[in-house]
């Protein structure tokens, strides 16, 4: 039985990845993203395409959090990936976006962990720690309940 439990625990601690590296995405706007400039904030980074149906089905929630939250604890940094700058500019002014977004590749999102789904997303606490990652689609509620329970 402690075996089990031993393995269930180390199972646990090999789902989240390693300690990050800062970051840096340029955004669609030329300024560059960096989680340095979001000390003392929650610091949400999400991964999505504009093909991704998910993705898409979270993204106002997303915004709802963001707008929420950006001026006091919060801030969501969208990344797309497998999509053009102009289908991203498109998409983002279409659908209202009102975080920060960037076009990057995959080589780049490894700055800030694995993307083997879309979305994925990663967030950082105040003190700039990665302290939990998603793969596949999240909600504004389930956010704001991690982000209360710390």
Request: glycine letters at 4%; proline letters at 6%; aromatic letters at 10%.
């Amino acid at each position: 039985m402690r075996a089990r439990l031993l393995a269930s625990a180390l199972s646990l601690c090999l789902a989240l990845p390693a300690m990050a590296q800062p970051f840096e995405f340029p955004d669609l706007k030329g300024k560059v993203q960096r989680l340095s400039d979001y000390k003392g904030k929650w610091v949400l980074v999400n991964f999505w395409a504009t093909w991704c149906p998910p993705c898409l089905e979270e993204i106002p929630d997303l915004v709802d959090l963001h707008e929420s939250h950006k001026r006091k604890d919060l801030v969501v940094i969208g990344v797309a990936l497998d999509s053009t700058e102009k289908s991203v500019r498109e998409f983002v002014k279409r659908f209202a976006i009102s975080y920060p977004v960037a076009v990057s590749d995959y080589d780049q999102a490894a700055q800030v962990g694995e993307v083997n789904v879309l979305p994925t997303s990663y967030l950082y606490n105040p003190d700039g720690e990665l302290v939990s990652y998603q793969e596949g689609m999240l909600t504004r509620s389930s956010v704001e309940s991690y982000i209360k329970s710390r």
